[in-house]
């Protein structure tokens, strides 16, 4: 018998739907951009920002803001309104504004990523070209009657021949709309070069491999075909009628850690209960279609390892999140694995990415 071990690692690049350019405050020098930025309005309550703020010391970010990723002991770039400025700068600390106006940004750029649409005929395209060696199905139906599409790729889809099998994953938030890109982009490179390159021929050979492009249809739709960006929406789009509110964070509805810490199941730390927090993690887990149609296709399979891909930061998280203390049985294993993922994905600066153990210094006000 084969030994296998599951694992979950979550990617998540410094690939952002907005440009980092803007006014650095850096001793008492201010440094500004070529971008021209007459329509930012520091005092307007309904202007979003990217604010990157330096730290070396515990700091507190406005609770309406989002954290987006940063570097760890060194700085923390946020979303947040431009009024909620003040909270910074109450606390003396460097900062500097990357992006002035998020909603423009987001709004040019929305036409680089492709379309729900254009993202379905992309997948119809592969599987028809490479049909030998590729299955689509559907996991199920979203609230909004959307498919939640799987790719199969293997030398014999469709038939369980006792492989390794590994699981690929996308758009888990909705605004994270370079994932689907990623995932889009495997999905492209293993199948176009198979018979070509050896190692991804004897990969394909030799495992099997599964990848949803976009977990969450229905939000995806919803931030990036309808609004460009400007909802800034992070969860699905199931609504719930006694709470007049829309939506549940679907990273946040699966069960938690399997090691029997209270801390690490579902709806203990780092989610809110509150049905209109974007960390909403559900009213159970598992309550969602979508986070159910990952879970069968795991439990259905022989899926040793998933990679769910994420955007913003510079970071290779892995098992367990909840905690830096508590360790997996195979944390050696996953720490090495992570590391060497971590190595080879190295930003514009040649930094290495960093797992998320030392992100504990940055607290936000949570309902």
């Known amino acids: ?27 008492n020098k201010k440094i500004f951009s070529d971008f021209d930025f007459l329509t930012y309005d520091k005092s307007s309550s309904t202007s979003r920002i990217i604010v990157r703020i330096y730290y070396d010391e515990d700091i507190i970010i406005p609770k309406n803001s989002d954290i987006l ?59 028809d070209e490479y049909s030998e060696i590729t299955r689509l199905f559907s996991l199920g139906k979203t609230y909004e009657d959307r498919d939640i599409w799987c790719l199969e790729i293997t030398d014999n889809p469709g038939i369980d021949e006792d492989e390794p099998e590994v699981l690929f994953t996308g758009v888990h938030h909705a605004r994270e709309w370079p994932t689907m890109e990623i995932c889009l982009n495997i999905a492209d490179e293993l199948t176009s070069n198979y018979g070509v390159d050896e190692n991804i021929t004897n990969i394909i050979d030799n495992r099997r491999i599964w990848i949803v492009v976009c977990v969450n249809p229905d939000g995806y739709y919803y931030d990036h075909d309808l609004f460009s960006g400007n909802r800034w929406w992070r969860k699905n789009r199931f609504y719930f009628p006694e709470f007049g ?123």
């Open 1 to 27: 018998m084969k030994k296998i071990i599951c694992f979950l690692i979550i990617v998540l690049l410094y690939l952002t739907i907005v440009p980092a350019s803007g006014l650095r405050y850096n001793e």
């Open 69 to 127: 990723g940063g570097f760890p002991d060194e700085y923390v770039d946020i979303l947040l309104y431009s009024s909620d400025l003040i909270d910074i700068e109450k606390q003396n600390i460097s900062y500097s504004i990357i992006d002035y106006n998020y909603d423009y940004s987001a709004t040019i750029n929305a036409g680089i990523y492709h379309t729900f649409d254009e993202m379905e005929q992309i997948l119809n395209d592969i599987s």
């Open 245 to 367: 509110t829309y939506g549940v964070d679907l990273n946040r509805n699966y069960a938690g850690s399997s090691n029997g810490d209270d801390l690490g199941i579902w709806g203990s730390t780092g989610m809110s209960h509150n049905p209109s927090n974007e960390l909403f993690c559900g009213l159970k887990q598992f309550s969602e279609v979508e986070t159910r149609a990952i879970r069968d296709l795991i439990i259905n399979n022989k899926i040793c390892a998933v990679i769910s891909w994420h955007t913003y930061g510079e970071l290779v998280m892995w098992p367990w999140g909840y905690s830096t203390d508590n360790k997996t049985p195979d944390d050696q294993y996953l720490s090495q694995i992570g590391t060497e993922i971590a190595l080879r994905m190295t930003n514009q600066d040649q930094d290495c990415c960093l797992k998320l153990d030392r992100y504990r210094r940055v607290d936000r006000y949570w309902d």
